[in-house]
């Protein structure tokens, strides 16, 4: 026991088999088989592999060698498959040409390894080497002592015609050698119907043996196949586990509809943990999953199959007993994590706004608990993977905060938070009345062992807590539930309305111990998750911090107010319920922000800013014209052209004289408004002017639109503008006042840029265009002047990769855009880009960008704080607020990209 053996190889081969595949199921009637003998038919498709003890068989006459074990159940095998579909591995290759003879053209092959130290068969390689030989789309494993019957293909047709990907296993019936030799043969190998007296002589086995193993070449589990020895216990329990565990396939119990008929020697059989290398096997399930292997059992198959099956179909129950650690490993996330929500009838409704929400992003890292036999079958008709306790009824209704069948509630998830945490994951307890914006799992802290929503200043709500599974999170948990124990006590002596509930929930309890194991043990961390991405009702709906900081939560949780249906009509007034009145999701309007008017657009005010080059100047002229004169209602945009005469080093190659350039702006025809042309001797005179409000006026609800000449204008330039305006007229209640504009071009990104485009969310203005309010490019006017009255005013940006791409040269800090950004950064404002995906010249032509024209434009900002067409990806700047932790000196040295640590710092900052 504990010592590895590395298998002896030397597989030989011996037989008919076929080299070509001819898998496909879906042939015609005609040639799926035909008639033997007692009437049967054989079934093309499957594979079946099994090892025997030859020399047991040879020196028998004929009637010995049709008493014996071995013969009984080949010859089964054969009455349900053609010979050349059955592969028998034999100890030595001698022993093939007899075998051959006896049961015809059948395939021998050598075992291909032995564990060295027993001279047994390594069944690891018995699957691998028989998955590689099959010449059908599905393999069975079977052992050599178990007779099949004309049920069992049955229930594999049936399988291989109705189910995707599935596992079929069963328990086996032991039945004495001694009871079956008096028996004709015909019973044994013949029709259905002589299963039933068969089944009687016999006894069902327990739920750890496994003998049959049925599923399609390819589905076995990912997880290395230890070289366990055959003839012993662990390893069919170990497989099982596996692929109970990776949840890939359905895992089919056909015990009470396929008879597997054991034969048992006459005398009583040496227990499983005593056979030769039972302890080697036991050491080795221990050595690669731990206790995991214990969840191979029979009992937690998905699905249960009973009475008679034909390919038209088997009388199938789900099996709502399933032990709650296979539905762990299932859920968890890459990162360990398993969010458990508890559900029951009268809560359907905001569970199925939380399964809403949680399909944007795809989220599927849950387990429903569910209180109820009602809540268990809508989850799983969802999809949702579902636990339910045994003897749950059949409807139980929403509770009163604090009572009894409260705390019972509570109890239940208590109970599922311990064995998730013993499993050596991280449990995730979260509320049905909050909605999910984003995965939050990125975020969680992993040096808090518990981390939880901030409720108040100092404690934790109930609706996300996060506990880390390892001994202290165990340790902690465990007191947590005999204080949840103690509360049950004290609420079935008291009356409610005598007592403050508060003090006797699940709650308290978790607060309580969590601040003094902070305390008590050094291992024990406890944390809060910060108050503006994980707002509670006070903070979101009625104070609307995160609005106000231009923060866009990732979990909002709709307490602070009581009531299933007050809750539901807080998300509803929102635009944050998703749910149909048919319990299906809608998600055209998610998140519509309440009406409001706003005052029409009075004039666009267009700032040009020339580069030097003629080309560019030329194009950018054409694009602002196009499209304009169309426009219904008219709108009136004044155009001033910034002309510059020192060369901008970005674009030596293009530069092209001054006056060409001025003859182009002067005859160029402009019907929409004024045309203006101001020149300047450099780019910091070009900045002054352009940012000095007495030269050139911007009333209120006028919009600004800033152009470099060498950026490429989306076609729907002006329909953006449209919306734009009414945009900036939102009231506070429906965007945040942080806006500041509305970044429209986004070229060069994938041509520069090595990174992961979706960084770009994190990043503020883009040169090319923006779209500002009056106020907001006021704003930026007077402060922009009062920094230019500072003599050697320097500063820096953070050098995000974006940043770094167009501040590389210090000649571009006298740009516009550059200024712009750093007004960005000390307001602590933020710029709303084009969709992350969108990226090179031409983008208009893209199907993404073409969601623009699909879009209620007129209700900008498209991606605000109400999350106003959620579905389409745009992303928020990253703000001076997010970054006020840094010192100055980290805020000019940071270069990005965002490693996951600085992430984390970054999200998780009160």
């Known amino acids: 026991m504990g010592e590895e053996f590395a298998p002896t190889s030397r597989a030989q081969s011996f037989g008919t088999m076929h080299s070509s595949k001819n898998s496909s199921r879906h042939q015609s009637n005609a040639s799926v088989g035909q ?84 001279k047994r068969p390594v069944i690891s390689c018995i699957f691998e080497e028989g998955e590689k030989t099959a010449t059908t789309e599905f393999f069975s494993f079977v052992n050599g002592d178990i007779i099949l019957s004309q049920d069992f293909i049955s229930v594999v047709e049936w399988a291989v015609w109705s189910i995707p990907r599935f596992l079929l296993i069963g328990k086996r019936v032991d039945v004495h050698v001694t009871s079956l030799l008096s028996l004709p043969l015909q019973s044994l190998f013949g029709a259905s119907s002589f299963t039933g007296e068969l089944r009687k002589l016999g006894e069902e086995h327990g739920e750890w043996g496994i003998d049959v193993f049925v599923y399609r070449v390819g589905d076995r589990p990912r997880r290395k196949f230890p070289p366990f020895v055959a003839g012993n216990w662990r390893w069919d329990n170990w497989l099982l586990s596996e692929f109970m565990a990776e949840g890939n396939v359905q895992v089919i119990d056909i015990s009470k509809s396929a008879l597997i008929l054991h034969q048992d020697k006459a005398q009583k059989q040496m227990m499983a943990k005593f056979r030769p290398a039972s302890a080697y096997n036991n050491f080795l399930a221990h050595q690669s999953t731990g206790e995991k292997f214990q969840m191979g059992k029979i009992t937690n198959a998905d699905i249960l199959v009973a009475g008679g ?94 009572s009894k069948e409260f705390q019972e509630t509570m109890t239940f998830r208590t109970n599922a938070v311990l064995a998730v945490l013993k499993s050596g994951f991280h449990a995730v307890i979260a509320d049905l009345d909050t909605v999910w914006l984003e995965d939050p799992l990125p975020f969680f802290q992993p040096n808090c062992t518990l981390l939880g929503q901030k409720h108040k200043e100092a404690s934790m709500s109930g609706g996300l807590v996060v506990v880390r599974g390892g001994h202290a999170g165990v340790r902690f948990w465990k007191q947590v539930i005999e204080c949840q124990e103690l509360n049950m006590e004290f609420i079935a002596n008291h009356a409610l309305g005598t007592y403050d509930v508060s003090k006797y929930t699940e709650q308290e309890c978790i607060n309580r111990l969590g601040k003094t194991h902070a305390t008590k043990y050094a291992d024990f961390s406890y944390c809060l998750l910060p108050k503006l991405s994980f707002p509670d009702g006070r903070r979101f709906f009625e104070e609307k911090l995160p609005q106000l900081e231009g923060l866009v939560p990732t979990i909002i949780h709709n307490n602070w107010i009581k009531g299933k249906d007050k809750k539901a009509g807080r998300f509803k007034d929102w635009g944050l319920w998703l749910v149909e009145k048919d319990y299906t999701c809608q998600f055209e309007h998610t998140a519509t922000p309440r009406p409001v008017d706003s005052p029409k657009l009075r004039r666009v005010k267009i700032h040009l800013v020339d580069i030097g080059c003629l080309p560019c100047l030329e194009e950018s002229l054409n694009q602002l014209q196009r499209g304009l004169a169309e426009r219904e209602p008219k709108i009136y945009a004044d155009l001033t052209v910034h ?267 009160s």
């Open 35 to 118: 008639v033997q003998q007692y009437g049967l038919e054989k079934f093309q498709h499957l594979t079946l592999a099994t090892t025997i003890n030859v020399k047991e068989l040879k020196g028998l006459d004929e009637q010995g060698l049709k008493n014996a074990i071995e013969w009984r159940a080949i010859t089964s095998f054969l009455h349900l498959i053609p010979a050349r579909n059955i592969i028998v591995y034999a100890d030595d290759r001698s022993d093939c040409p007899f075998l051959v003879d006896v049961f015809g053209s059948i395939n021998c092959h050598e075992v291909p390894c032995f564990h060295p130290k027993t």
């Open 643 to 909: 002309m510059v005469d020192e060369r901008t080093p970005l674009y030596v190659g293009a530069v092209s004289s001054s006056a060409d350039r001025q003859t182009t702006i002067e005859s160029f025809e402009w019907t929409h408004g004024t045309k203006n042309m101001m020149t300047s001797v450099s780019q910091l005179d070009q900045l002054k002017k352009m940012t000095d409000e007495s030269m050139l006026h911007t009333d209120e609800g006028d919009i600004v639109l800033v152009v470099d000449v060498a950026s490429n204008l989306p076609q729907h330039l002006w329909q953006f503008v449209q919306g734009a305006a009414d945009g900036f007229n939102k009231t506070l209640a429906d965007h945040s006042a942080r806006l500041i504009g509305y970044s429209i071009h986004q070229q060069f990104v994938r041509e520069v840029l090595a990174f992961e485009v979706g960084w770009l969310g994190h990043q503020l203005v883009t040169p090319g265009a923006i779209l500002l309010g009056s106020a907001q490019w006021k704003a930026f006017q007077v402060w922009t002047g009062r920094q230019l009255l500072v003599a050697n005013f320097s500063s820096c940006l953070p050098q995000l990769p974006y940043n770094q791409l167009w501040t590389a040269n210090s000649g571009l800090q006298h740009q516009w855009w550059w200024w712009m950004t750093l007004y960005s950064f000390h307001y602590g404002g933020f710029f709303v880009l084009p969709p992350k995906s969108t990226s090179g010249r031409g983008y208009e032509t893209t199907d993404v960008y073409k969601q623009f024209q699909n879009l209620n434009i007129t209700a900008l900002p498209v991606y605000d704080y109400m999350m106003k067409s959620v579905n389409v990806p745009f992303s928020l700047a990253l703000r001076k607020k997010i970054f006020s932790h840094l010192t100055n000196s980290e805020l000019c040295t940071y270069s990005g990209p965002v490693s996951a640590d600085v992430l984390h710092r970054l999200r998780l900052v």
């Open 309 to 402: 099956c034909s390919r038209s179909g088997c009388i199938m129950f789900q099996n709502t007993d399933i032990q709650m650690e296979i539905l762990i490993h299932r859920r968890a996330s890459p990162g360990g994590y398993v969010v458990l929500l508890t559900v029951n009838s009268g809560y359907i409704d905001l569970f199925k706004n939380w399964l809403c929400w949680s399909r944007l992003f795809h989220f599927q890292n849950f387990i429903v608990l569910a209180e109820d036999g009602y809540s268990y079958n809508i989850a799983t008709q969802e999809g949702c993977t579902a636990f339910m306790q045994r003897g749950a009824p059949r409807k139980r209704y929403a509770v009163e905060y604090g």
